[in-house]
């Protein structure tokens, strides 16, 4: 299951916070070599602020396995803040429509089996919330291989928007990426994952 978590719902989960900027610090910093902020073994950046809506993906013990962050265009966001020159058009969006997607990582230490099911669960419960909260599209910030192996494999319908760029050890590109109820049922067909995968433990603590 994949649990949705804000500053303001945080608290009825432990240290999934924490441990999600834990699982960026190895993935981003240590493994990937990117050039952005961490302190005492935590990778964040601006970007970071009431407004993101982390989907983290946890296992028996409560460590976070796998993770991405959701951001409105309504908000400052990193494609059009940081990486514009990533998307052909000047034009980017500002819709509560239209989220963005960034930081998407699994655990490196996982089986391949492991990882696999983590990241369709990912990519299945961005559909989810999507179609829950009236997107229709998200801008994506990835490495081209994780766009093309993971959201491409997953059936999803997506068109790259620029060229693609070396950041750290990998080449990443903007995509957007469609939302539809078409798009969730056929992610569920190749993953094999037919039930919802996102939690309903944050909403069960607050009608407590």
């Known amino acids: 299951m994949v649990d949705i978590v804000t500053w303001e719902s945080a608290h009825l989960f432990g240290s999934a916070l924490v441990s999600h900027h834990k699982l960026r610090y190895r993935l981003f910093v240590e493994r990937q070599e990117w050039d952005v902020p961490y302190f005492h073994g935590m990778e964040y950046d601006q970007f970071d602020t009431p407004a993101a809506v982390y989907l983290l993906q946890r296992d028996k013990q409560g460590e976070v396995r796998g993770a991405t962050r959701l951001i409105p265009t309504t908000r400052p966001y990193m494609i059009k803040d940081v990486w514009p020159d990533l998307v052909d058009s000047d034009d980017l969006p500002a819709s509560p429509e239209i989220w963005e997607g960034t930081r998407f990582g699994v655990e490196a230490g996982l089986s391949a089996q492991e990882r696999n099911r983590v990241a369709a669960e990912l990519v299945l419960a961005c559909l989810e919330f999507g179609l829950q909260n009236g997107i229709q599209q998200y801008l994506v910030l990835m490495p081209i291989l994780i766009i ?3 959201i491409g494999g997953a059936g999803c319908n997506y068109d790259l928007l620029g060229e693609t760029k070396s950041i750290g050890n990998h080449r990443v590109a903007v995509a957007s ?32």
């Open 177 to 208: 990426v469609e939302v539809s109820h078409a798009a969730l049922a056929e992610a569920r067909r190749r993953f094999g994952i037919h039930d919802p995968v996102l939690s309903v433990h944050h909403l069960k603590e607050e009608a407590a």
């Open 148 to 150: 093309r192996r993971i």
